[in-house]
């Protein structure tokens, strides 16, 4: 697994010594995950978070009625976890899986309070990913309460790119909150207007 990866994600905020970076490594747990495999299923208490080194995770929810409702994708370079979970120590309320076969690297939460004690600056890092994500949460939960479903697919295509071709269209249906046919018929309505 190339972990170059992470150390440059990390450099983006905070910049780390050799030293730091190896011990950082010496911390994070090696996984491959099958397409459809869980990293965390709903009522399980999750106790780490998982970078994306390839492939693509999704967290999601389901409803009574078995209809999925898609919190999070992670393509490469991102983070992924049950935040609740974590911080609450209590089950989770999300189901995270992987949407294609899938490398990441998992950081336990000892390991991040460790972390946090021998090399500081890391608090840093993950409070900046932490409010980057509280932010997009917010603006998230506003879109879809402002937007229409042609304007929150368009902002899907902004926020994860490397996927609009790559995912299927009923994963994407399922994260901007419409059927998958209705989504096929703005698509095409959304690309004769570009």
Not at 52 to 66: F, I, K, M, N
Not at 134 to 141: H, L
Request: contains cysteine; aromatic residues 12%; proline residues 3%.
């Amino acid at each position: 697994m190339d972990h170059s990866i992470i150390i440059q994600h990390t450099q983006k905020f905070i910049q780390l010594t050799a030293e730091e970076q190896a011990y950082f490594l010496s911390l994070l747990q090696e996984k491959r995950l099958n397409r459809k495999a869980f990293f965390l299923r709903e009522n399980e208490v999750c106790n780490s978070v998982a970078f994306v080194l390839s492939g693509c995770l999704r967290a999601y929810s389901v409803d009574e009625q078995g209809f999925e409702h898609i919190l999070q994708f992670a393509p490469q370079n991102w983070w992924i976890t049950d935040m609740f979970s974590v911080l609450s120590g209590k089950p989770a309320h999300l189901n995270i899986d992987a949407l294609e076969d899938s490398e990441i690297l998992i950081l336990g939460k000892k390991e991040q309070e460790q972390l946090y004690l021998d090399v500081p600056k890391f608090e840093r890092y993950f409070r900046i990913l932490i409010e980057n994500s509280t932010v997009a949460s917010r603006q998230r939960v506003l879109d879809n309460l402002e937007l229409s479903a042609k304007e929150r697919y368009a902002k899907f295509c902004s926020t994860y790119p490397t996927l609009i071709n790559t995912i299927p269209q009923k994963q994407v249906a399922a994260y901007i909150g419409v059927t998958p046919e209705f989504l096929s018929k703005m698509k095409a309505e959304y690309l004769r207007e570009l």
